[in-house]
């Protein structure tokens, strides 16, 4: 079976994505129900030494939309990170992160396979293809980052489990 560039990454990305949009509006609906203003989780952390909860969104939204741009582009660039935002704006970037991966399609995606990649991070220069830049780099720093919001909303008693994570399975047809 072979798998293109297209079924390792944008697929993938949205299942992710549409989870986080989830447990966004899930985390909402317990923060209502509790009489907690959402905003007050936008600087949260799980420890003093990591991002938070602001920074969590933003950077799985730059991995996935900008992780997929970099294939076409040849390098990462994503937008300054906008820093803390009302909980309503990081629900709308990753409704805008949906939005914008959708787009992209099998064939311009797979259109960029084999590419030359550079990545840039301070004085180091790291050299990929598209499809060890997506394995390796991309992907890992995604779900990082979705998974530390996850666990950044467990922690603040939002009833979330497992498969809140896992989003929707890609089960094969039958």
């Known amino acids: 079976m072979s798998v293109s560039l ?11 994505v549409r989870a986080i949009g989830g447990f966004l509006d899930r985390a909402a609906t317990h923060f209502a129900e509790k009489g907690v203003d959402p905003d007050s989780v936008v600087n949260t952390r799980l420890v003093d030494d990591m991002a938070p909860f602001h920074f969590q969104i933003e950077a799985a939204w730059h991995h996935s939309v900008w992780g997929v741009e970099a294939l076409k582009t040849g390098a990462f660039n994503p937008p300054a990170l906008v820093g803390p935002v009302p909980f309503a704006n990081l629900r709308a970037m990753i409704v805008e992160a949906e939005t914008t ?3 992209f399609t099998p064939d311009e995606v797979n259109g960029w396979a084999g590419k030359d990649l550079d990545l840039r991070i301070g004085p180091r220069r790291l050299s990929f293809t598209s499809e ?5 780099f991309s992907l890992p720093n995604f779900h990082f980052h979705a998974v530390t919001a996850y666990d950044i909303l467990r922690s603040q008693g939002v009833p979330l489990g497992k498969r809140d994570y896992e989003g929707r399975l890609r089960t094969r047809s039958s």
């Open 132 to 136: 060890t830049f997506i394995l390796s």
């Open 101 to 103: 991966l959708q787009a």
């Open 6 to 16: 297209y079924d390792l990454s944008v697929p993938t990305f949205l299942q992710t």
